[in-house]
């Protein structure tokens, strides 16, 4: 895994998370301006960036993010961010407790378990396109799922994919995002959880109820009319401004 932080040394420090199978810096493009007010610190997870090894299992992404976190901020965040499986890999991070982080937020996260056969069919759909440059038809099942289409993908998440990712990195990465199971570990996390989805994102919705299971204290906002991180994609000065004054 990768760290790369902007901003002031001594401003607050807000982890971000990237989605899946996505470069890190499609992240930093949209969330730049907040290096204004925080010290950002965005992840790159193994598989998804130049020069990495292939992906490992997100248990061993968290201990990494915990071991960066103790040896450079003391064990303690301000904050963090995570949209798509990068909430996730939150809600993996909240599960273990090994550091602090004041503020969470999670964007469009997926965490109700969808099975091993949604996972490889998914990893296929996305191998075939990093190989052929066209998505099979089975894609459009996909997005409809998301409630969002093809076209709008390409314009955002797509063109945001890590292409160079080996296909043991997409098989390893995706059925592990499709198997994952939240945990009632994550109700002993003593600090607050902002639940963030769309109003047409069922897996998300799907996924708040799981987490709210658990988590002692959380803040839940459902965004009307809208799908799979769209309040990121598509409106994304706003998204910067309420993650500012979410985190505070």
């Known amino acids: 895994m990768e760290f790369h932080e902007f901003g002031r040394k001594d401003a607050p420090a807000v982890l971000i998370n990237h989605g899946m199978m996505q470069h890190w810096k499609s992240m930093y493009d949209l969330l730049k301006p907040l290096a204004e007010h925080y010290r950002l610190i965005f992840t790159a997870m193994d598989g998804f960036y130049e020069g990495s090894g292939p992906f490992t299992t997100f248990a061993d992404q968290a201990k990494q993010i915990e071991d960066f976190v103790r040896s450079n901020y003391g064990g303690r965040l301000h904050g963090a961010y995570g949209a798509s499986q990068g909430a996730l890999l939150l809600t993996e991070l909240l599960t273990r407790g090994k550091i602090a982080i004041d503020n969470t937020i999670m964007d469009g996260c997926y965490v109700a378990h969808q099975g091993w056969i949604a996972g490889k069919v998914t990893a296929w759909i996305f191998k075939r396109y990093k190989n052929t440059g066209r998505f099979p038809a089975l894609i459009h099942i996909s997005m409809k799922l998301m409630c969002t289409r093809l076209e709008d993908m390409a314009e955002g998440m797509a063109a ?11 098989d390893r990465n995706f059925i592990q995002n499709y198997t994952y199971h939240a945990r009632k570990e994550i ?18 919705l799907k996924s708040h109820k799981e987490l709210k299971r658990y988590l002692r204290y959380y803040k839940e906002t459902i965004m009307d009319g809208l799908g799979h991180v769209d309040f990121l994609l598509k409106q994304t000065d706003a998204a910067c401004e309420k993650i500012r004054q979410t985190l505070g």
Do not use: F, R
Not at 160 to 170: C, R, V
Not at 187 to 204: D, F, N, R, T
């Open 160 to 170: 945001a994919l890590y292409m160079q990712a080996t296909d043991e990195s997409i």
């Open 187 to 204: 109700g002993q996390w003593p600090s607050m959880v902002h639940l963030w989805c769309g109003s047409k994102e069922p897996y998300a």
